[in-house]
């Protein structure tokens, strides 16, 4: 699946606003420095494509679970959170 993480858009309002977010840089950060999960080279490597991405981004199906606790453990608001997790569950 793809993910554009410059571009997460994320209820906002009870009444249905919603915002766009650019989650990239923090993804990509949380992902190598911050989690406290320790994959391979590649879970890496993705890191880094998140974070200089400029567009959508192919998650690898085996980095998924992992990918949504770093989401999960971040400093994002709890919308972008949501629809990120959201967007990694949808097959």
């Known amino acids: 699946?793809?993910?554009n993480f410059r571009?997460?858009?994320a209820h906002t309002s009870f009444e249905g606003g919603k915002q766009t977010f650019d989650a990239a840089e923090t993804i990509g950060n949380e992902m190598m420095y911050n989690g406290s999960i320790l994959l391979d080279?590649?879970?890496e490597e993705l890191?880094?494509?998140i974070y200089y991405s400029k567009d959508e981004i192919e998650i690898p199906e085996r980095y998924c679970k992992a990918?949504?606790?770093v989401v999960k453990?971040?400093?994002l608001i709890a919308a972008?959170?949501?629809e990120i997790i959201n967007q990694?569950?949808?097959k």
Request: hydrophobic share 40%; charged share 40%.
């Open 7 to 9: 571009k997460i858009e």
């Open 73 to 75: 453990n971040s400093r």
């Open 88 to 90: 990694l569950n949808s």
């Open 47 to 49: 890191a880094k494509e």
């Open 1 to 3: 699946m793809k993910i």
């Open 67 to 69: 990918l949504e606790l």
């Open 41 to 43: 080279i590649g879970f």
């Open 80 to 82: 972008v959170k949501r």
